[in-house]
């Protein structure tokens, strides 16, 4: 899907919650979906981040996305049922969810990884999905047409060495949207994972600071195959693990 060209209505009406929306892939795609016609909701935890994707959207004459500053690391069950309700009160529905938050603090030897960090790679980038997902399924399965998309990584297949917290974070994610996807096999919603391949990210900075980032491509090559996936000409596709480089 990545020659798909996607028509300017393709998300007309639609509310769509992204995470890690401040930037990088989550920029690109809040941006992209904002541009085809999604209300988007930005959650990430950099407020001013979140304002300066909101100014860009709102200069394109876009709809007026949403502002949901969350520091996932610390949310409680009691925030995520919050953003649910939040959701709910503001818009009346959510037809889809790119979960696309994550970090990676480091590469390490397990025996090496500070327990506490393991703790919060966990907590952002395997629990929170989870939590996100379960408080706003109610909305979701009210839906016409909705999307759940996961941005995964090639350690969540096949781990390496010193990948640590992120690769066995990654793994539960997979397994959380395969779980997911077939549990809602019967319903409106399709799951799905997309793996990005390498990408010019802040991430990708920190973990490859040798890299000659400007080589690598940008998130804006990935909008073709998001698009697809969150919009209705991916309906029938189900717990599929994409990946961009294939």
């Known amino acids: 899907m990545h020659n798909y060209q996607a028509p300017s209505n393709l998300l007309q009406d639609r509310v769509i919650l992204v995470t890690g929306a401040g930037s990088g892939i989550g920029r690109a795609m809040s941006i992209a979906f904002a541009t085809h016609g999604a209300t988007v909701v930005l959650l990430s935890k950099t407020l001013q981040n979140l304002e300066s994707v909101y100014d860009e959207i709102e200069n394109l004459g876009a709809p007026t996305p949403a502002i949901y500053p969350m520091h996932l690391e610390g949310a409680t069950s009691h925030d995520y049922d919050e953003l649910a309700e939040k959701l709910e009160g503001s818009f009346g529905r959510l037809d889809g969810i790119l979960h696309n938050a994550a970090i990676n603090p480091y590469l390490s030897r397990i025996k ?118 969150m919009g209705p000409d991916s309906r029938g596709t189900n717990g599929q693990a994409l990946s961009y480089e294939e």
């Open 112 to 229: 090496d990884y500070d327990p506490q960090d393991w703790m919060k790679v966990m907590q952002v980038n395997a629990n929170a999905p989870f939590f996100i997902t379960q408080a706003c399924l109610p909305l979701l399965l009210e839906a016409e047409d909705a999307s759940l998309v996961f941005t995964s990584d090639s350690v969540a297949h096949k781990a390496k060495a010193y990948w640590g917290a992120y690769a066995a974070s990654k793994f539960a994610q997979e397994g959380l949207m395969q779980t997911l996807a077939e549990e809602l096999e019967h319903t409106k919603i399709r799951v799905n994972s997309i793996d990005p391949g390498p990408t010019r990210t802040n991430m990708r900075k920190t973990i490859f600071p040798g890299d000659d980032i400007n080589k690598i491509k940008p998130p804006e090559t990935l909008i073709p195959l998001y698009l697809w996936l």
